[in-house]
């Protein structure tokens, strides 16, 4: 059995003389090598970086981000914690309660910045009023399976007790339902 030109990898060859992770990397890199980081560079960052930095600019984390763009990294138990919540502790100390949330004065915590200056320990629901200031929200229109616009919405609950919410519906090409949820506050409650 062959293995991987790569020294100390030990694998066997998928092609070019590389397993296929080394392979892969090639591929996507152009280097077998490439794509990866060095086993406690993100650490060292962590510690030579993220905490002297003293910045009101997002100090942006350029290693491992979670599904949502959170940073994160190996803790030393194992596992893997947000960056912003480690660093929220070692500025401001241990969260208040178990549902305080490290949330981000910026708003772009979800592209991985890492500003001490920028965190502070608040409530989901605190944190979820500073979406609003952000313009980070998905409510309306923004959110993802949004059917109206805001201004359709506005028209629609201008028009509550002006005639059937099946009439109103086929005014507007939407379903009743729609109507019916704009018209008891259950959405685009904001309005």
């Known amino acids: 059995m062959r293995e991987c030109k790569v020294e100390g990898c030990g694998k066997p060859v998928r092609t070019r003389g590389w397993c296929t992770a080394h392979y892969n990397r090639w591929q996507k890199h152009g280097d077998p090598l490439g794509g990866s980081t060095g086993q406690g560079e993100a650490k060292r960052y962590y510690r030579d970086v993220v905490l002297p930095y003293e910045g009101d600019e997002c100090l942006i984390w350029p290693f491992a981000t979670a599904g949502k763009g959170y940073a994160c990294m190996g803790a030393t138990e194992g596992e893997t914690r947000y960056v912003h919540r480690r660093l929220c502790e070692e500025v401001h100390g241990p969260a208040p309660t178990p549902d305080h949330e490290a949330a981000h004065s910026c708003g772009k915590g979800d592209q991985a910045c890492v500003t001490k200056r920028h965190l502070s320990w608040k409530t989901t629901a ?33 028009l509550k007790g002006q005639g059937t919410q099946r009439e ?18 259950e959405t685009w409650a904001w309005l």
Request: net charge positive.
């Open 126 to 158: 605190q944190n979820h009023a500073d979406k609003l200031i952000h313009g980070t929200h998905n409510r309306g229109e923004r959110h993802g399976i949004a059917k109206i616009t805001e201004a359709t919405a506005r028209q629609i609950l201008a």
């Open 168 to 185: 109103i519906a086929a005014q507007f090409h939407v379903s009743h339902a729609i109507v019916a949820r704009i018209h008891a506050r």
